[in-house]
């Protein structure tokens, strides 16, 4: 409570007629009290009737107040009224009651009136209800109390600055900031934040925090901070302006510093473990074709040579079948080191998989350089290795190709180090050879040559696509034929038509085709399971392979490991194959008939079948060769020759495939003549496993009622 000196009153004031001073007190916003020496209430106002809830006769000569009982308040008024000083007066907020017991704050104005010997006669109180204002005070003052414990107890630092062009001073940091940085608030007063970055400036996301500050806005930013003992730490930094309470100048920055070094930690093991080998910690085929694009765009750039060396080691195989694959493992570890000793720290080693490494050669200022790498490798490589006890000495292969002469990306680079370090098999191994463009004429046959093939198949590198085979009657998929294709680490997706002849010749084809019968027979068990209806899998069976021992044993015992629905399998063999001797084929084919599978000749025809030996032969399907298909709707000859063999089937109770179906009309034709089921490019190319299985799901979408 403070003691004022009152102002003199207005003498016009004191002009004005009594009338008009009663009705403008009566109806005065604000409430009024006048009290008599004793402090009884001489007179109040509407204003204070309303705000207090009483009536007059409740308030007019009443003491003690019930309004407001507080003795420091009757103390006051006393003092005034005992008071000589004529202008004296007071001003307080006081709490009051109403009638109906609620809580509310006064702020009064009390004055004393006097009479003309200047004694007090009177006290008059002027109150204002200023319950909101100090609702409004104590909530805010929660409110700012809540902000300064959550800035305090918030687990993320928070440093705010000073915002002038030529001060970003310090002024508060929370305790997360002393408890990240290691700093306390002392030590940073007055420091400018970038104080945490110490000498680190090359950080490209500086540039974003400081263009941030220079145009007073929000900004963001990972960043390598530095605690007061040294130590890194990341920081994902958002700063954001503070504006003054007008809302047109930004005064402060507020800095959030989140540390995120484990999260960073993690991500970085992460990305080692994608890009790197799990066993020897080269890079593996992932940051190899970035290694090889980065070292390409460099050696445009600056008009230098890249080399890529690809090595494989020789006889690896005997290694591992000699003292087992932990002995082979440690080999291919030295190897590792010993490959990455003779390189320097800007070049690349990977491995690519199994004894295969790669070895990427920047700024070479002559191609004739990488010949010196080279004799270096395979000179180290040549000293003995001691693996599990012995000594063990091993030699490489190694192909080279240069950009630019060779090439201008990866994959051709590869290509060609690979087509070279055939060659140096082909002549001999432990040697090291440099493309060149005749190579390149057998491309095909080199990079399909037997040890590339079985690498393939030892490293999983086929997969099965499969062609849906299409109901002419209901135009519903009813049955696929499994395809083998050869995802080739270099050169891409293979076809069948560029490795199976030599697969043929190589014996290669019965490991090919027994994985191609497991795989397609684990298939249909999948589908099952997933809902997916029973579909036919037809599976082509070589000429070597059917030739076998004991065929339709080993088949069985593909069916019985992997569960597979023998009805549900279609055996395909050509006309060439079933007629090379006519008495083992009906033998064979007995025996597979009675594992319940079915059997389709395969691009009828074609061959030198004879009507005879069909009717012998237990033969369910013929398929139709797409070369009296490619014009049936256009060639009269060749609709009859389809329509015979269509005719000729039915009349033996076969069902007929026609394969190489691309047209509708060609699609029109073929039902009218009795065909039974058709594949071709008009309806599907040969699917993944996940795109067909999605087209049997939305066929089976269809099929609901709806």
């Known amino acids: 409570m403070t003691r004022e000196t009152a102002p003199p009153l207005d003498t016009e004031f ?62 006051t008024y006393r003092s005034l009224l005992a008071s000589q000083v ?24 009390v004055s004393t009136l006097r009479d003309a010997a200047g004694r007090s006669t009177h006290l008059v109180v002027v109150k204002e209800d200023v319950s909101d204002r100090k609702l409004r005070r104590a909530d805010y003052a929660q409110t700012r109390h809540l902000h300064e414990r959550a800035l305090a107890s918030s687990s993320n630092g928070i440093m705010i600055t000073r915002s002038s062009e030529d001060d970003h001073s310090i002024v508060y940091v929370n305790p997360a900031f002393e408890r990240i940085t290691g700093y306390s608030a002392d030590e940073v007063m007055g420091m400018e934040g970038r104080f945490l970055v110490r000498d680190d400036l090359a950080q490209p996301d500086l540039d974003h925090i400081r263009a941030a500050l220079r145009e007073k806005r929000e900004g963001s930013a990972t960043l390598r901070n530095y605690r007061k003992d040294g130590s890194l730490f990341w920081n994902e930094l958002h700063i954001a302006p503070v504006h003054d309470l007008t809302g047109g100048e930004t005064t402060h920055f507020v800095s959030i510093i989140n540390d995120i070094s484990e999260r960073v930690r993690y991500q970085h093991a992460l990305e080692y473990q994608a890009n790197h080998d799990s066993l020897t910690g080269l890079a593996n085929r992932n940051l190899l074709n970035d290694r090889i694009e980065q070292g390409v765009a460099w050696a445009k750039r600056n008009g230098h040579v890249m080399g890529v060396m690809l090595l494989d080691l020789d006889h690896f195989k005997l290694i591992n079948d000699a003292s087992g694959h932990s002995a082979g493992d440690t080999l291919l570890k030295e190897v590792a080191q010993r490959l990455t000793a003779c390189v320097r720290e800007t070049d690349t080693v990977a491995r690519l998989g199994g004894d295969e490494f790669v070895i990427i050669l920047t700024d070479l200022p002559q191609p004739g350089d990488v010949d010196q790498i080279a004799e270096k490798i395979l000179s180290t490589l040549s000293r003995p290795t001691e693996i599990a006890g012995r000594e063990v000495f091993v030699t490489a292969s190694i192909g080279v190709s240069l950009y630019p002469r060779d090439g201008d990306h990866g994959e051709i680079l ?34 399909d040559m037997e040890g590339a093939m079985r690498r393939g198949i030892e490293r999983g590198e086929f997969v099965l696509h499969y062609q849906p085979k299409i109901d002419l009657v209901t135009q519903n998929v009813v049955g696929a034929e499994a395809l083998i294709r050869w995802q080739h680490p270099q050169i891409g997706l293979v076809h069948p038509i560029e490795f199976i002849r030599l697969a043929e010749e190589t014996g290669l084809i019965l490991p090919l085709g027994e994985w191609v019968l497991l795989e397609a027979c684990k298939q249909q068990v999948l589908w099952r399971q997933q809902g997916l209806p029973p ?44 007629m090379h001797d006519v008495d083992s084929t009906l033998v064979a084919l007995r025996a597979l008939k009675k594992l319940g599978v079915s059997l389709s000749l395969d691009d009828f025809g074609t061959g030198y079948s004879s009507l005879s030996y069909l009717r012998r032969f237990p033969i369910d399907e013929l398929k139709i060769d797409r070369s009296f298909i490619n014009d049936i709707h256009t060639n009269p000859d060749d609709a009859a020759i389809a329509g ?55 066929q089976q979408q269809r099929a609901r009622p709806a």
Not at 86 to 95: A, E, I, K, L
């Open 14 to 75: 004191q002009r004005l007629k009594p009338e008009l001073l009663a009705q403008a007190i009566e109806q005065s916003p604000l409430a009024i009290v006048v009290l008599d020496r004793d402090g009884q209430v001489q007179y109040c106002n509407q204003g204070f009737l309303t705000m207090s809830g009483f009536s007059r006769a409740e308030v007019v000569g009443i003491k003690p107040y019930p309004w407001n009982h507080d003795a420091d308040t009757d103390a």
């Open 86 to 109: 004529g202008d004296d007066c007071w001003r307080g907020d006081v709490q009051s009651t109403r009638k109906d017991g609620t809580k509310y704050w006064e702020r009064q104005v």
């Open 414 to 447: 590869l290509r060609y180090a690979d087509m070279a370090m055939y060659r140096v098999k082909e002549h001999g191994r432990n040697s090291v050879r440099q493309f060149v463009p005749e190579m390149g004429s057998t491309a095909i046959s080199r990079l």
């Open 535 to 578: 579909l036919k899998i037809a599976i082509n069976m070589s000429a070597r392979q059917f030739r076998q021992d004991e065929l339709a044993e080993r088949i069985a015992e593909v069916f019985a490991s992997t569960g597979a629905d023998p009805a549900h399998v279609i055996l395909e063999l050509t006309e060439s194959m079933v």
């Open 644 to 698: 015979a063999i269509i005719a000729m089937a039915r009349s033996l109770g076969l069902s007929v495939v026609a394969e190489g179906v691309e047209k509708n009309e060609q699609v029109a034709l073929l039902s009218a003549l009795g065909c039974n089921q058709v594949q071709g490019y008009y309806y599907a190319r040969p699917l993944t496993v996940g795109a067909f299985a999605g087209r049997m799901r939305e």
